[in-house]
């Protein structure tokens, strides 16, 4: 069942489009990604969503009732994890949530309740009285994260949850986010990692200058690249040289550069790369490494944008 | 309900915990307070001795009796100096020299209108610059008024018919006292006793300082990022500004409450009508939290709010009066009544001689529409903070 309907929203800031007529919807149990690189718009749909930003146009529906920024009782279904760290610095861990627990009207032994549960989820049980300032970033995310499971959503909203956590920390975030979807909880989640939308997306929409350029299962929105693959080699120095020369061979569709990584979009990997060996080679570089890869979401963004997710 | 009791009990943890607040809330008032009446203060009371002078234009038997049986034993006991003018002119000459205190205008007539049941004017003229005891002259003239009025009544009453009797009594409980006094002083207003003063004074300076953590505390949401928790809540964006509102409501409240404790037990101020002051201390405090968080409303953050804040509670606590009197202010006294200081103090002192309650209804209009205005400017323009 449809949970959440984005239909044809937009939003601007002065002359520039934020968001331009974004729809999706996403079903009960169902985990929908926004992949796309900073400034494409995920935050913007997001606050829109949460109803802190009003749209300039289109509608939003949520379980089947109109939602905006004055619909308490749609608003109280979703939990909300703001992209930027959204905690009281000076009350404590246990403090912030009996808060934000109360704000959704849960209160007295239920608050405390699912405070504890939270706290146990997030692995900060232990430092419940400390102040939030005296906290670590990775220990501040899983807080903000804690905050968006209290009111028990039935819509998630994770705006870039993940960014600025060590590898164990995430790891632990994304199965609390799989387990939540498990339960039947639609989950809205923004990303610029393609490691991320790969791993807990069951369908991604592809959003870059305020619009979605593609939507689909990983499955379809790779097939859309068809028998492209990717080339990437690791250069150092002179990598804008051999940018510009490997450009040239027919057989490169895109090329991407990110830091000293060239990813080359081809058509037939097998038979284009020894021209493109030949060619970094004429192009006074040293190749650290070279790797075909078979396509992925990274792919498909650069297929559809001509630009790398990250720069 | 429950969102709003929410919304305003962490506001308060947030703002217990902050020593700035506690400093400008209640230290710097008490300290003020306590250093200004100690260095400038003086106790009214203590050899108290006014300069009057009195112009007797009427000569008739009611002039001479105001004169001979009212101030001369004054002036025999040495509470008061007395002098004799020819004319209102000299009198006025000699009030504006400061050689007298206040001036009693006695008009030619005086003794006739009233034999003949008119009523008169007691005028008293009075030098801005010695407000205590212009007050007493008031009270000297205030109190003959009220005396003549009853010798009056008891004349003209004597062995009346019973219809007579009936007429005369329902007159009398209409009729005006026969002598009506007139304060006719530059003094903008009665001036409270330099403790009471002093306290008053500074507290409600400092109550607009109090005022600003709450009233910047959007801002400070914002900087913590929980404003958008907030405007994502499923609770309404009136809600969650009168939450605010609110703390910063009570926290004046309480450092009100706090400071009059304080001033009248450590060093003798005189409040006044209890009633009174609590109707006209939630009056104030609702007006500073108005006018300070319509300031913070024009801001666009923390910084900027904090600062404009504290530029227009300096303003208007200088303008109104708070921390030294408006005698000193010069032409820029009528502009004092932009403050709610001065509207604050002013119903302080009409309270202390006024009549409780009613004495004070004006201050207290004045008060509530600028609390009323200031909210309104307010909560419009944080609206648009929380959905921007
Ligand atoms: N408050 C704002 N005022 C003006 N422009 C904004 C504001 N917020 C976002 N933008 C602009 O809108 C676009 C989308 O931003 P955002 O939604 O934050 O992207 P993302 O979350 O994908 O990084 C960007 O061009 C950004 O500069
Ligand atoms: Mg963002």
């Given at each position: 069942?449809?949970f959440l309907e984005?239909e044809?929203?937009?939003?601007s800031?002065g002359?520039?489009?934020?968001?331009?007529?974004v729809s999706?919807?996403?079903a009960?149990g169902?985990?929908?990604?926004?992949?796309g690189?900073n400034g494409?718009?995920k935050s913007?749909?997001?606050s829109?969503i949460?109803?802190?930003?009003?749209?300039?146009s289109g509608?939003?529906?949520?379980?089947?009732?109109?939602?905006?920024?004055g619909?308490?009782?749609t608003?109280?279904?979703?939990?909300?994890v703001?992209q930027e760290l959204?905690?009281?610095?000076?009350?404590?861990?246990?403090?912030?949530?009996?808060?934000?627990?109360?704000?959704y009207?849960v209160?007295?032994?239920?608050?405390?309740?699912r405070?504890g549960?939270v706290?146990e989820l997030i692995?900060?049980?232990?430092?419940?009285?400390?102040?939030?300032?005296?906290?670590?970033?990775?220990?501040a995310?899983r807080?903000?994260?804690?905050v968006?499971l209290?009111n028990r959503?039935r819509l998630?909203?994770l705006?870039?949850?993940?960014?600025?956590?060590d590898?164990?920390?995430?790891?632990?975030i994304?199965?609390?986010?799989?387990?939540?979807?498990?339960e039947?909880v639609a989950?809205?989640y923004?990303?610029?990692?393609?490691e991320?939308?790969?791993?807990l997306?069951?369908?991604?929409g592809i959003?870059?200058?305020g619009?979605i350029?593609?939507?689909?299962t990983?499955r379809e929105?790779v097939?859309q690249?068809g028998?492209?693959d990717?080339i990437?080699l690791?250069l150092?120095g002179?990598?804008?040289?051999?940018v510009?020369?490997?450009?040239?061979i027919?057989?490169?569709?895109e090329?991407s550069?990110?830091?000293?990584?060239v990813?080359?979009l081809?058509?037939?990997?097998r038979?284009?790369v020894p021209?493109?060996?030949?060619t970094?080679a004429?192009s006074e570089t040293?190749?650290r490494?070279?790797?075909?890869?078979?396509?992925?979401?990274e792919?498909?963004f650069l297929?559809?944008?001509g630009k790398?997710?990250?720069n | 309900?429950?969102?709003f009791?929410?919304?305003?009990?962490?506001?308060?943890?947030?703002?217990?915990?902050?020593g700035?607040?506690?400093?400008?809330?209640?230290?710097?008032?008490?300290?003020?307070a306590?250093l200004?009446n100690m260095?400038?203060?003086g106790?009214?009371?203590?050899?108290f001795?006014?300069?009057?002078?009195?112009?007797?234009?009427?000569?008739g038997e009611?002039?001479s009796m105001?004169v001979?049986?009212?101030?001369?034993?004054l002036e025999g006991e040495?509470?008061?100096?007395?002098?004799t003018f020819?004319?209102?002119?000299e009198a006025?000459?000699?009030v504006?020299?400061?050689e007298?205190?206040?001036?009693?205008l006695?008009p030619?007539g005086?003794?006739?209108?009233?034999h003949n049941g008119d009523s008169?004017?007691?005028?008293?003229?009075?030098?801005v610059?010695?407000?205590?005891?212009?007050?007493?002259?008031?009270?000297?003239?205030?109190?003959?008024?009220a005396?003549?009025?009853r010798?009056?009544l008891?004349v003209?009453?004597a062995?009346?018919?019973?219809e007579?009797r009936a007429e005369l009594?329902?007159r009398?409980?209409?009729a005006?006292a026969?002598?009506?006094v007139?304060?006719?002083t530059?003094a903008d207003?009665?001036q409270?006793?330099?403790?009471?003063y002093y306290?008053?004074?500074?507290a409600?300076?400092?109550?607009?300082f109090?005022a600003?953590p709450g009233?910047v505390?959007l801002?400070?949401?914002?900087?913590?990022?929980?404003l958008?928790?907030?405007s994502?809540?499923?609770v309404?964006t009136?809600?969650i500004?009168?939450?605010?509102?609110?703390s910063?409501?009570l926290?004046?409240l309480?450092?009100?409450?706090?400071?009059i404790?304080?001033?009248t037990f450590?060093?003798?101020?005189?409040?006044?009508d209890?009633?009174?002051?609590?109707?006209?201390?939630v009056?104030?405090?609702?007006?500073?939290?108005g006018?300070?968080?319509?300031v913070?409303?024009?801001?666009?953050?923390?910084?900027?709010a904090?600062s404009w804040a504290?530029?227009?509670?300096?303003?208007l606590?200088l303008l109104?009066g708070a921390?030294f009197?408006l005698?000193?202010l010069g032409g820029?006294a009528?502009?004092?009544y932009?403050?709610p200081?001065q509207?604050?103090?002013?119903?302080l002192?009409?309270?202390?001689?006024?009549?409780?309650?009613?004495?004070?209804l004006?201050?207290?209009?004045?008060?509530?529409?600028?609390?009323?205005?200031g909210?309104s400017?307010?909560l419009?323009r944080?609206?648009?903070m929380?959905h921007?």
């Amino acid at each position: 069942m449809t949970f959440l309907e984005v239909e044809k929203v937009s939003k601007s800031y002065g002359s520039n489009k934020a968001v331009e007529e974004v729809s999706f919807s996403i079903a009960e149990g169902e985990t929908y990604g926004l992949l796309g690189p900073n400034g494409a718009g995920k935050s913007t749909t997001i606050s829109m969503i949460v109803g802190v930003l009003r749209p300039d146009s289109g509608s939003i529906r949520i379980g089947g009732r109109p939602h905006g920024v004055g619909n308490n009782a749609t608003k109280a279904q979703i939990g909300f994890v703001p992209q930027e760290l959204a905690l009281y610095p000076d009350l404590s861990a246990w403090d912030n949530l009996m808060f934000f627990a109360r704000l959704y009207g849960v209160s007295g032994a239920e608050a405390r309740r699912r405070c504890g549960e939270v706290l146990e989820l997030i692995d900060l049980a232990d430092r419940a009285r400390e102040n939030v300032s005296a906290f670590s970033g990775g220990m501040a995310r899983r807080l903000n994260i804690g905050v968006g499971l209290l009111n028990r959503p039935r819509l998630l909203i994770l705006d870039e949850p993940a960014v600025g956590v060590d590898a164990q920390s995430r790891n632990a975030i994304l199965e609390s986010i799989q387990r939540q979807a498990a339960e039947g909880v639609a989950v809205l989640y923004t990303t610029h990692y393609m490691e991320e939308a790969e791993r807990l997306c069951d369908r991604v929409g592809i959003i870059d200058l305020g619009r979605i350029r593609a939507e689909g299962t990983q499955r379809e929105l790779v097939s859309q690249v068809g028998e492209d693959d990717t080339i990437v080699l690791s250069l150092s120095g002179g990598t804008e040289r051999a940018v510009l020369a490997l450009k040239k061979i027919p057989q490169v569709r895109e090329v991407s550069t990110e830091g000293s990584e060239v990813r080359l979009l081809v058509r037939d990997a097998r038979s284009t790369v020894p021209l493109v060996l030949e060619t970094v080679a004429d192009s006074e570089t040293v190749l650290r490494s070279v790797e075909v890869r078979e396509p992925d979401l990274e792919t498909v963004f650069l297929h559809l944008t001509g630009k790398a997710l990250r720069n | 309900m429950r969102a709003f009791l929410t919304m305003v009990g962490k506001d308060l943890r947030q703002r217990s915990r902050d020593g700035t607040l506690i400093v400008f809330a209640l230290v710097l008032p008490l300290g003020l307070a306590f250093l200004l009446n100690m260095l400038l203060g003086g106790d009214p009371e203590e050899d108290f001795s006014a300069r009057y002078g009195v112009v007797d234009a009427d000569g008739g038997e009611l002039a001479s009796m105001f004169v001979e049986d009212v101030l001369e034993p004054l002036e025999g006991e040495g509470i008061l100096e007395l002098r004799t003018f020819a004319s209102e002119e000299e009198a006025r000459e000699s009030v504006e020299a400061g050689e007298i205190d206040a001036a009693f205008l006695v008009p030619d007539g005086f003794t006739d209108d009233l034999h003949n049941g008119d009523s008169v004017e007691l005028r008293v003229l009075g030098d801005v610059d010695s407000p205590d005891e212009v007050q007493v002259a008031d009270g000297v003239a205030e109190a003959f008024a009220a005396e003549y009025h009853r010798v009056e009544l008891a004349v003209t009453t004597a062995e009346p018919s019973e219809e007579e009797r009936a007429e005369l009594a329902l007159r009398a409980a209409e009729a005006p006292a026969a002598v009506r006094v007139v304060e006719d002083t530059d003094a903008d207003w009665r001036q409270l006793d330099s403790p009471t003063y002093y306290a008053a004074g500074t507290a409600v300076f400092f109550l607009l300082f109090a005022a600003m953590p709450g009233v910047v505390s959007l801002f400070e949401e914002r900087r913590t990022g929980t404003l958008v928790r907030l405007s994502a809540s499923p609770v309404s964006t009136l809600g969650i500004l009168a939450a605010k509102l609110a703390s910063t409501v009570l926290v004046g409240l309480v450092s009100m409450v706090i400071l009059i404790t304080v001033s009248t037990f450590s060093f003798g101020a005189e409040w006044g009508d209890p009633l009174g002051v609590t109707v006209l201390t939630v009056a104030m405090v609702l007006a500073a939290v108005g006018i300070m968080s319509a300031v913070a409303g024009f801001a666009t953050n923390a910084e900027q709010a904090s600062s404009w804040a504290t530029v227009v509670a300096m303003l208007l606590g200088l303008l109104g009066g708070a921390l030294f009197p408006l005698a000193n202010l010069g032409g820029l006294a009528d502009l004092s009544y932009l403050t709610p200081h001065q509207w604050f103090l002013r119903g302080l002192s009409d309270l202390s001689t006024g009549d409780g309650l009613g004495s004070v209804l004006l201050p207290v209009g004045v008060l509530l529409a600028m609390a009323l205005a200031g909210a309104s400017v307010a909560l419009y323009r944080m609206g648009r903070m929380l959905h921007p």
